[in-house]
């Protein structure tokens, strides 16, 4: 506050208190005099006392008023005025405080950006490329694969979908939506492999909250996907579906590929669930942070693992210990309490003549079974531990006998 506003405002409050003051005294010089008091309260009061005590009441109340006038005067001349810092605070506060439906702002109703993801840089192809069993051996069960060709569009034209990792459009506009509840609409869809209601929707993706206000936003969501998806994204009436038709899903590619295997022989079964497995390219659905996401994630890992036990046995059958002990290896990372991997790891190390080991394997899910859920092997593991241990590793015969 600069001087002259100082100066100023100190004469207003001057004058204003100065006129309030002399008002004060005039009010005392034309104050009426006291009613008087009735003799009886039984009887009628008379026209006079009652315009005596009317008279008298409105003069206290415009003394009182001049007062409170000349209070309030005093409080303004010796008020600051507020800094620049606490302005701006105030403000920040009062727009902070202030509905957010006053504004009338689409931008406030709708959904969060997703987070970015950091893609890695195309691969050269003047580069050799690993083959498939060579990608598979790296032991790391969220390493991206080299044959999701297959599914992303370089041997097909169609648009693709893909969702074991996280979701990722291929042969669209963009690989990544730009809303998060887009990525949860397409990944849903693409999920449940029919047509869903715009209620069911609502509830998929904002549990819990109110439809009148989520709805906006679904709206958003849907014409973000009409937009990638094109004629794939469908809407008969209040149904909303993705057509599989004129879709890449690597869901559907990855049925497709453990239905083929289950009718094949064992030579080509092995390339199949090869195949079907370089369609994971980290863990399922990831980046969705939902409960119907989380449980097809956890039965797509599960999945997962059964494959790589599947193809880790027919390494072993084939005599390629090394390789089967490698996707074991990966097995047992995606589900440390499951048997099955534990098993094909423990033969493939006796193959390779890794007596202790095997029994290393063994000692700690013994102990991870026992601090977990107090529990012991079963009784096949024990017996091929029994059985690994009194096989002789350069003749494959029993030398020793355990109780």
């Known amino acids: 506050m600069t001087a ?4 100023a405002r100190r004469l207003a409050a ?15 010089d034309l104050r009426p005099s006291l009613p008087p008091m009735p003799q009886s309260f039984s009887q009628p009061l008379p026209g006079r006392t009652i315009s005596t005590v009317l008279d008298f009441a409105a003069w206290l109340v415009a003394v009182l008023l001049d007062l409170v006038l000349l209070g309030r005067v005093v409080q303004f001349a010796r008020q600051k005025e507020p800094s620049r810092t606490e302005l701006r605070l105030r403000g920040a506060f009062a727009r902070r ?3 957010s439906i006053a504004r009338r702002d689409w931008r406030t109703h709708a959904a969060p950006l997703a987070p970015p993801i950091l893609r890695l840089p195309a691969r050269d192809e003047s580069e050799p490329r690993p083959t498939g069993s060579e990608a598979l051996q790296g032991g790391d069960p969220n390493q991206p694969l080299v044959r999701v060709g297959l599914i992303s569009g370089e041997q ?3 648009p693709g979908v893909l969702l074991l990792g996280p979701l990722e459009l291929t ?11 887009t990525t949860e609409l397409i990944a849903y869809l693409a999920m449940q492999r029919r047509a869903a209601s715009r209620d069911e929707l609502l509830e998929a993706l904002w549990p819990g909250a109110d439809p009148g206000r989520s709805a906006p936003r679904f709206y958003q ?5 009409r937009k990638l998806l094109g004629d794939a994204f469908r809407r008969n009436r209040d149904t909303y579906a993705l057509d599989r038709e004129q879709l890449r899903i690597d869901l559907d590619e990855l049925d497709r590929l453990r239905s083929d295997a289950e009718a094949t022989a064992e030579d080509d079964q092995r390339t199949l669930l090869e195949t079907a497995l370089e369609l994971f390219r980290g863990d399922p659905f990831a980046g969705i942070d939902a409960l119907w996401a989380e449980s097809e994630q956890r039965r797509l890992t599960a999945l997962r693992a059964d494959l790589l036990e599947r193809a880790g046995r027919l390494r072993l059958k084939s005599g390629d210990a090394s390789g089967a002990l490698d996707l074991a290896e990966t097995a047992a990372v995606l589900d440390a309490t499951n048997e099955r991997p534990v098993q094909l790891a423990m033969e493939a190390e006796a193959a390779l003549g890794r007596r202790e080991a095997v029994a290393k394997r063994y000692e700690c899910l013994c102990r991870d079974l026992n601090e977990r859920f107090g529990l012991e092997p079963s009784r ?4 091929l531990y029994r059985r690994l241990l009194s096989q002789d590793p350069q003749t494959g015969s029993q030398s020793v006998r355990l109780a």
């Open 171 to 181: 042969g669209c506009k963009k690989k990544q939506p730009r809303r998060q509840a």
């Open 97 to 99: 405080e202030r509905p």
């Open 4 to 7: 002259r506003t100082k100066l």
């Open 221 to 225: 969501a849907v014409s973000e996907a």
């Open 14 to 28: 001057a004058l204003a208190a100065t006129a309030l003051l002399l008002l004060l005294v005039l009010a005392w």
């Open 156 to 158: 097909n034209d169609r």
């Open 380 to 383: 096949d593991l024990k017996n």
